[in-house]
Structure formats: structure tokens, C-alpha cells
């Protein structure tokens, strides 16, 4: 018999204490009348990039897919096990977002691994690098350039990431037809995990940029 580790029964008593009493009315309402988030966000697993936390977004709000380095393939629709594109097929078809946030984030271990050309497999299959292969082409080029310093090459890599997430969304034909028609609005973000900030993809010209105060 095995247990949950203490910290998380723990945080689930502080929850239950907390957060769940004072928002019991909303979670009431969600179970009954399911849920309608407006906003898919495509995050990397790090732990310390939760989109929830960074969004300071309440239970229903937002629909969230998280993988290594916040990868979208390119839409292949091949008998395969997808599920980035699984995900992606709800949020868009069922639930009917209204925008998808693709969003990385600094001192990325996955856009690290996929710059270190002698980065070894961590087991067998080496799903890591077989992951980050779709990036392969873009981490050869920020690589070879050696007028950038290491920390520059791995921001910028993370940057072209989440351009290249976001061309491959629009691969996706449901994604294609539905921003066509101005249902569906497509963004990019980098979060700092050091400083705190957010900067926002400017969608015209694809830089990132510190969104305005309010
Ligand atoms: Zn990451």
C-alpha cells in the first residue's frame, strides 16, 4: 500500500479549506453545467510555468495542454497516437475556444536538449529527442550562429518555438477555417521565469514585446 506523498495531501487539505470553500458556488455550477473555457493554453510541462498560476485563473477557465517545450506537430492525420492533437481537437471542435495562447518560457530544459547536439537519450526510446526533432531544423541554424552567446541562442530558440507552434496550428484545418472566419484568434507568450515577465508575440510581426500596463 502506497500513499500520496504528504506534501500533496497537505495542499489538498489547504485546498479543500481554502480555495474550494470560497469558490464551492462555481465548482457547483461547472459540474452542473459543464465547462466553457474560452482559452486553450499550450504550456511546456516545467513545473514552473503552470499557465493557471500565471493567469491567476479560477476552475473552468482555462483549457490547458501541456508538453516538453509547448510543441504543436504539424497536423497529421495518420492512424498515429496524437495527443497534442487531441487536445487541440476538443478545445477547438467541443469546446469552441475563442483563442489559443501558445506559451514558452525561459531556461527551457526541452529547447536546451534540442540545442545540445550531444545530448545523449535519457532511456531507450528517446522520446525526448525524437520530441524535439520537429524543432530540428531551427535549433541547427540558432546553433551554427556563433555571434549569439549560449543564453542568447536558447532564448531565441524559444521564441522561434512558439512561431513555429503557432504555424503549425494553422496546418490544423479546423484551426485554418475558423480564424478565417475571425472565431478563432491564435497568440503567443514567453514567460520569464527569473523576473516574472510576460512578453507577448506581436502577431504582425512576430517579436515579443512587454505587453502595456493597465
Ligand atoms: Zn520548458
Known amino acids: 500500500m502506497t500513499h500520496l506523498p504528504e506534501k500533496l495531501l497537505a495542499g489538498y487539505r489547504n485546498f479543500m479549506s481554502g480555495r474550494f470553500q470560497t469558490e464551492t458556488t462555481r465548482y457547483r455550477d461547472l459540474a452542473r453545467d459543464g465547462q466553457t ?6 504550456a511546456c510541462c516545467d513545473s514552473r ?16 495542454l501541456r ?11 495518420d492512424g498515429e ?15 469552441k475556444v475563442k483563442n489559443i495562447v501558445v506559451m514558452g518560457h525561459g531556461r527551457c530544459g526541452g529547447i ?3 540545442l545540445d547536439s550531444d545530448a545523449l537519450p535519457l532511456s531507450p526510446g528517446d522520446f525526448i529527442g525524437r520530441w524535439m526533432s520537429l524543432l530540428a531544423p531551427a535549433a541547427e ?5 556563433t555571434m549569439m552567446t549560449a543564453a542568447e541562442r536558447q532564448t531565441s530558440l524559444e521564441r522561434i518555438s512558439i512561431r513555429y507552434s503557432i504555424a503549425n496550428l494553422r496546418t490544423f484545418p479546423c484551426v485554418k477555417i475558423l480564424e478565417g472566419k475571425g472565431r ?14 510576460l512578453w507577448v508575440m506581436n502577431s504582425e510581426t512576430g517579436d515579443f514585446e512587454r505587453p502595456e500596463a493597465e
Not at 497516437?81 to 467541443?94: D, G, I, K, R, W
Not at 484568434?185 to 515577465?197: K, P, V, Y
Request: charged share 10%; glycine share 6%.
Open 141 to 145: 541554424s540558432v546553433s551554427s550562429n
Open 112 to 114: 536546451k536538449a534540442a
Open 37 to 42: 473555457p474560452e482559452t486553450l493554453v499550450i
Open 67 to 77: 508538453n516538453v517545450a509547448n510543441l504543436v506537430p504539424p497536423y497529421a492525420p
Open 184 to 197: 478563432l484568434t491564435l497568440h503567443g507568450a514567453w514567460f520569464d521565469i527569473s523576473t516574472g515577465e
Open 81 to 95: 497516437y496524437h495527443s497534442t492533437s487531441a487536445a487541440l481537437e476538443f478545445a477547438v471542435q467541443a469546446l
Open 49 to 64: 510555468s503552470a499557465p493557471e498560476i500565471i493567469f491567476d485563473a479560477g476552475p473552468g477557465e482555462l483549457f490547458v
